[in-house]
T-cell receptor
Framework: GAGVSQSPSNKVTEKGKDVELRCDPI?????LYWYRQRLGQGLEFLIY????????KSGLPSDRFSAERTGESVSTLTIQRTQQEDSAVYLC????????????FGDGTRLSIL | GESVGLHLPTLSVQEGDNSIINCAYS??????FIWYKQESGKGPQFIID?????DKRQGQRVTVLLNKTVKHLSLQIAATQPGDSAVYFC???????????FGKGITLSVRP
């Protein structure tokens, strides 16, 4: 079946520009997560959605980062006025509702800020 | 603060041998644990999970062991194959639909 789909797979942009990253979760998965992975590092939590509400935004690094979700489907992560330290792979995961549900990941968007 | 960590940064094993990857966690409230495999340029791939009410779970060629007393998690891979070469992450979660806390990862290298 279809997995988590992210687009674009790669994005190169100039410092100061805004970027928008997209995530299509697995159908039927009500929970959606965004993580950031810097080169050679583990994953860093950014934000979690249950349906279209975001109970946990604790990982967003600054007010330049925001995310939205339409119903129980597509989510977009927006980074405004990008900085070089924003360069990373941005990963999206989705899961079913409930306790002990594995999160399934997409292949990420590799963001490079020049 | 709470953290999940891995004891070794790299592990090199001979093809056909068994591999054991260890992980320590510090959040005693964690009740769900997952092992992921990540290949270059790909997202983490779910391998196996275990809930805190269990101490062992087996999959195909993989076994996860959980020792809550010492807050230790391990992943055993039987008859390691070249395709098992990747970075492995343990991750822990507390509560329903919560964020995962990941360790830094360990690289498994399989020698032919």
């Amino acid at each position: 079946g279809a997995g988590v789909s992210q687009s674009p797979s790669n994005k190169v942009t100039e410092k100061g520009k805004d970027v928008e990253l997209r995530c299509d979760p697995i159908s039927g998965h009500t929970a959606l997560y965004w993580y950031r992975q810097r080169l050679g590092q583990g994953l860093e939590f950014l934000i979690y959605f249950q349906g279209n509400s975001a109970p946990d935004k604790s990982g967003l690094p600054s007010d330049r980062f925001s995310a939205e979700r339409t119903g129980e489907s597509v989510s977009t992560l927006t980074i405004q006025r990008t900085q070089q330290e924003d360069s990373a792979v941005y990963l999206c995961a989705s899961s079913r509702a409930g306790t002990g549900q594995p999160q399934h990941f997409g292949d990420g968007t590799r963001l490079s800020i020049l | 603060g709470e953290s999940v960590g891995l004891h070794l940064p790299t592990l090199s094993v001979q093809e056909g041998d068994n591999s054991i990857i260890n992980c320590a966690y510090s959040n005693s409230a964690s009740d769900y644990f997952i092992w992921y495999k990540q290949e270059s340029g790909k997202g983490p791939q779910f391998i196996i999970d275990i809930r805190s009410n269990m101490d062992k779970r087996q999959g195909q060629r993989v076994t996860v062991l959980l020792n809550k007393t010492v807050k230790h998690l391990s992943l055993q891979i039987a008859a390691t194959q070249p395709g098992d070469s990747a970075v492995y992450f343990c991750a822990e979660m507390s509560g329903a639909n919560s964020k995962l806390t990941f360790g830094k990862g360990i690289t498994l290298s399989v020698r032919p």
